[in-house]
């Protein structure tokens, strides 16, 4: 064969020789021929060695030189014919490589980035980090029994996608759930199971919007409805929220939006509640304007004071309103399932596109969910985490009563399983949270959670879900030493 | 108390009693008082009954009247003072009511309607249905065992959100995984977790295009990109598909898109492999424009004839190639794992966004998969089901050839798990869908795969997955006979 090709081949074999270790011989020997071939090594048109010779060339076997032969020509690196094996034309990377990559970051992704001090999460277990259920206290060994009853009721079929828009059973458990706890009107076919409230505001965001809509969030308020807007070409007008919750006035609504996003029972983060005169008006407005109304009904199953505040969704006949919740906090994050109930007129226009962008999935998970709602052993659990969080409640606040010597206000409370302490802004919470995550505390400054933070929209959210009582006095003692050393004098 | 509330009051009642049955009696005197004041019949500024009036009146105990107005009064229902108990004003829902739902249906869901004949799936272990996996062979019981070990390595921890873009170890074994099998060339930054292949596809759809941008996918081609672009502002440009894969021109690329949208290894529906010459192509224009590909590696782990031809995203250096994959059919399709890898120049720009959007979750299920793949399971389960396909497809090629009496071609099936038949046009492929999916046969018409079929897209789309050797003969047969009945004379 020409020496130009021994030459070459046996350069691309000293660069990288062949060893019976790395590998199957032909994939190496492929790898090699590839790699001259695509960097131009070995030219269009040139004719490589047979088999045979090539085999005692590189002392392999003759199989191992076809197979390798066979394989590039199936990729289409060289054509194989009675006159033996040549290299394909190929456009030459060398030329690719030189474009460079120019391709453009786009909007999206910035406006994203844009969403105001992203403070670092902090691992699941981090102290004081809003939003995490007792962990410890889940009733884990009996998740698992009911989850072994559910793969043993499933069988093989479970393994599937299963339904699209969720696993009957776990629907109508929903569906009975929320009318009993909620006074949610709705059938099970309303309800849409969902990847946790995250997939459900993503739903929402992408399917009720067309472009130029606006949508209206709470400011400060929930990130992830703010990020799921994002994400779509709705611009978004953050409302103020007051003691009494969302504020929208007659002017406004001059310009009415396409969506509302709304935590009534517990806004987050500052905890307060929608007042029903307020309730009503939003629904009054939504249906004379055709707007939606999303109800993140966030935290209510955590009322500490008095029976739950009745749902928006059932207040009024017909609302226009996507009611939304999830199981990340009565049962545990990592599960990731969550729900939406549309309003009857959505049911139809709404069922086909549902079924295009979900898969289902989670089957077992879904059917041991649906039992253990059923079974009462939800209901149980969701009675200890209340009392838990009451206690946690009452201890947090008097730890900061105690040890937190700032000046500060403590807001929000009547649910959930956070605090918000509110402080003046010579105490910048940004600077405060990221001291406080070097001491493995994971509070979250209020100003995050404002699209334009007022001076007020500063403090810290206190999560208390996660953090056993003993360690309040330490930590909250360790806050108030952070926050009095970030004093801006 | 004045005559015209005891009268509302004991009409509320008639109209449904207050029974020890129907949960707590507060509760209901509060949903009765409720709906008088929603429904007008008790006008603002009301006074209610004192609260040992109304329950000598109802024949209940005080408490529970003092009880139903304290949360009336929480919800802003009535104002309690000095004075008594007051209905307090609220906009009444009968005007509501009276506007109307007129909130429109907007595009994007009207688009979602619109992704060509939508055929029903058939429950997940319907007979023929394309993309489902042996259910059956899954070795349930280790994976559970793996589980089980994730749960107690895990711990409480496990229960909570975990990282949002993927447990570290997963992120790790697949990068290892893509590179040994696949030739990817990534780091474990680059590898995103995601909720099967879906949400990978959502979030390139989401996060990488500007309003206006084009999105091109292969026609026929999978719904689920179509659906994940249709939920963005993109325009959607559908691309013929040969038998070497997607085709473009030079004159194409006159106006370049952002997306590409690609099944190299295996295009799905039809089958073909894109040829290395297309894909080099693909590559230095996608460059020279600007353009990101999106791989889905469809079906590449099952490689019936020869070894898996490498990814394009480890093609070129510096590729801008978004390559994603799932465990849907390697694993199991309720599991909703999947993965996105991202180009390095992406890394940066997105890390925020991703973290924005994603909240990670089913943290057990990510660390049992990263040692399922380490331990070696997971491979000697793709080996058993490697031959296993293979048979089953040799069986069903057999069974068309003998039993399938309508002039037809069979393609692809170089890999995968499912068999094309393309049928002459007379033989409309949704009827005989239609009619096959009332004997439990979930064969998919090609038809339903192009936004503009053209006549050649016509045939059946036929999954051996999932369905047994034995009885590929009795419902070819059965098709068979359905395709003569439908046949347009």
Redo the contacts between chains.
């Keep these: 064969m020409p020496p130009a090709i021994l030459a070459t081949l046996s350069q691309a074999l000293i660069d990288a020789p062949l060893s019976r270790e790395a590998?199957p011989l032909q994939?190496q020997l492929?790898d090699r021929l590839k790699r001259s071939i695509?960097g131009g090594h070995l030219a269009p048109a040139t004719r490589l060695p047979g088999s045979r010779v090539l085999a005692e060339a590189l002392s392999v076997s003759r199989n191992t030189v076809t197979a390798a032969y066979?394989?590039l020509a199936?990729?289409?690196?060289v054509h194989s014919d009675r006159q033996g094996t040549r290299v394909?034309?190929?456009?030459r990377?060398a030329?690719?490589?030189r474009?460079?990559?120019?391709?453009?970051?786009?909007?999206?992704?910035?406006r994203?980035?844009d969403?105001g001090t992203?403070v670092p999460?902090g691992?699941?277990?981090a102290a004081l980090r809003p939003c995490?259920p007792a962990?410890?206290q889940?009733p884990?060994a009996d998740w698992?029994r009911a989850l072994d009853r559910a793969?043993r009721r499933g069988g093989?079929?479970?393994?599937?996608?299963?339904e699209?828009l969720g696993q009957p059973d776990l629907r109508a458990t929903i569906a009975r759930h929320l009318g009993?706890s909620r006074g949610v009107r709705c059938t099970p076919d309303q309800v849409v199971i969902t990847?946790?409230a995250?997939e459900a505001l993503?739903l929402c965001a992408?399917?009720?919007?067309?472009?130029g809509?606006t949508a209206w969030i709470e400011d400060p308020g929930y990130?992830?409805a703010k990020?799921?807007m994002?994400?779509?070409?709705v611009r978004i007008v953050p409302k103020r929220v007051d003691a009494e919750g969302l504020v929208t006035t007659a002017e406004d609504w001059k310009h009415p939006p396409?969506l509302v996003y709304v935590t009534p029972s517990h806004q987050y983060p500052t905890g307060a509640v929608l007042?029903?005169?307020r309730r009503?008006?939003l629904?009054?407005q939504?249906?004379?304007h055709?707007?939606?109304l999303i109800e993140d009904d966030y935290d209510s199953e955590f009322r500490h004071a008095?029976?739950p505040?009745?749902a928006m969704q059932g207040?009024?006949?017909?609302?226009?309103v996507l009611y939304l919740g999830t199981f990340?906090k009565t049962m545990?994050?990592?599960?990731?399932l969550g729900f939406l109930v549309l309003?009857e007129?959505?049911l139809a226009?709404?069922e086909?596109?549902l079924?295009?962008?979900l898969?289902?999935?989670?089957?077992?998970e879904q059917l041991a969910l649906s039992a253990f709602m059923e079974s009462g052993e939800f209901a149980r659990h969701l009675g200890r985490m209340r009392r838990l969080y009451r206690d946690r409640q009452s201890c947090l606040r008097d730890a900061l009563t105690r040890h937190f010597r700032v000046p500060h206000s403590v807001e929000g409370g009547h649910s959930g399983m956070h605090l918000t302490v509110r402080l003046p802004s010579r105490f910048p919470d940004v600077a405060i949270a990221a001291a406080a995550a070097r001491y493995g505390l994971s509070p979250v400054p209020l100003s995050g959670f404002a699209l334009h933070p007022l001076p007020q929209d500063n403090g810290l959210v206190l999560g208390y879900g996660?953090t056993p009582i003993e360690l309040y006095e330490p930590y909250v003692k360790r806050l108030s030493q952070l926050a009095r050393t970030a004093e801006v004098r």
Excluded: C
């Design positions: 590998g994939r492929h695509l066979d394989l199936a990729e289409g690196y394909a034309a190929l456009s990377p030329h690719v490589r474009a460079g990559a120019k391709a453009a970051v786009p909007v999206t992704a910035s994203l980035s969403l992203m999460r691992h699941a277990a995490v962990l410890a889940f884990l698992r793969v093989p079929a479970g393994l599937g996608y299963g699209p009993l990847e946790g995250q993503s992408r399917l009720l919007t067309n472009p809509d990130r992830g990020a799921a994002q994400t779509t070409d396409r007042t029903v005169q009503l008006a629904i009054e939504a249906m004379r055709g707007a939606w008095g029976e505040i009745t207040l009024v006949e017909q609302a226009p990340s545990f994050p990592s599960l990731r309003p007129g959505l226009p709404l086909r596109p079924k295009e962008l898969r289902g999935g989670h089957v077992y996660n």
